[in-house]
């Protein structure tokens, strides 16, 4: 048996290596909680994968601590671990929407509280399968088109909000838009489509609810088709931030368990897809909602839903009037 209970797993490049301040401050906090952990730092891309992995067959809850492509990559070694581990987030990124959709605030004090607490219970995960063979599990959004496209230049440049704003305006003025055809349980849509986000959370891109309706507890994706002019997309973010993009007539959305996306037309070039940020390649991709697919340590009642409530006077998931 291990003397430490945790194994925090930590990325010093993360946020351009800007966070080793926040890193820190969680260490003073942990030992101030008294909490037994033992930190581990990743050295390369997919390290934290490996790492979680290993240390989850080793008897540690695993513990991301870092933006949202830490706690995708922990999650993800946790649960092919096969072992059940517990595993938690310190929210240290510039988004946090991960960590968000299990009810985490951006709060590292707060984060580490949650950890001495121990409340953990089970939350649905996604599951993408590209028709490539990449096979990645992810807690927030999967998405293809637009934002997949964004994602996918910004990962190659700096990290950081500044570098992946011009990249969002770099991008648009070279967008042409595309036909898809999705496949659901009960519905399909064969038409326009800037971006379809497949939502197991209800936001990314640091709290842009896209899929506000999603439930972390019901097996069932959110889905928004998005559909609109170049302008239009730009206005509609701010509407996103606040969780009223519905209804939209720019905007069709779904539920559904299983989703298929793919291209309409084999001649245009092809949509990329990423879940939690992290690019997985080309589509055609499967999604598959596994209900209560995994436990996390969680707080008590969902303080992101409450703070965003204190923030504006309304649940976002609550229809807007
Ligand atoms: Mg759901």
Redesign the pocket.
């Known amino acids: 048996m291990n003397m430490e209970d945790y194994a925090i797993i930590y990325n010093p490049a993360s946020a351009g290596g800007k966070s080793k301040k926040d890193f820190d401050y969680a260490v003073k906090c942990l030992n101030d909680l008294k909490v037994k952990y033992k930190l581990f730092e990743s050295e390369y891309m997919g390290h934290m994968i490996e790492l979680a992995h290993k240390l989850a067959k080793d008897g540690y809850s695993v513990i991301g601590a870092g933006g949202d492509g830490t706690c995708n990559e922990v999650f993800n070694g946790a649960i092919t671990s096969n072992t059940g581990a517990l595993c938690g987030f310190i929210p240290m990124g510039s988004g946090n929407d991960i960590p968000g959709a299990i009810g985490i605030c951006p709060d590292i004090k707060r984060a580490c509280e949650i950890i001495a607490e121990g409340h953990s219970s089970k939350f649905?995960i996604g599951l993408a399968t590209t028709d490539d063979g990449v096979k990645r599990y992810f807690l927030g959004i999967g998405s293809q088109g637009f934002d997949a496209e964004v994602t996918r230049r910004a990962n190659e440049g700096k990290k950081g909000p500044k570098n992946y704003a011009m990249t969002t305006v770099k991008t648009i003025f070279r967008w042409k838009i595309r036909d898809v055809k999705i496949t659901m349980d009960n519905d399909i849509y064969e038409g326009r489509a800037n971006c379809v986000a497949v939502?197991?959370g209800p936001s990314y891109g640091s709290g842009l609810y896209i899929c506000s309706k999603?439930?972390?507890?019901?097996?069932?994706?959110?889905i928004a088709v998005v559909d609109m002019g170049k302008l239009q997309l730009l206005r509609e973010f701010k509407s996103m931030y606040s969780a009223t993009v519905y209804p939209n007539s720019s905007v069709h959305d779904f539920?559904s368990h299983k989703v298929k996306i793919e291209m309409k037309n084999p001649e245009d070039e092809i949509y990329y897809c990423q879940v939690d940020g992290e690019v997985l390649g080309k589509i055609p991709v499967n999604y598959e909602?596994i209900k209560d697919g995994y436990e996390f340590i969680r707080p008590k009642i969902d303080e992101k839903a409450e703070a965003f409530k204190n923030e504006y006077g309304r649940y976002f998931y609550d229809p807007c009037e």
């Open positions: 649905d939502g197991n999603a439930r972390m507890n019901d097996g069932l994706f959110h539920e909602n």
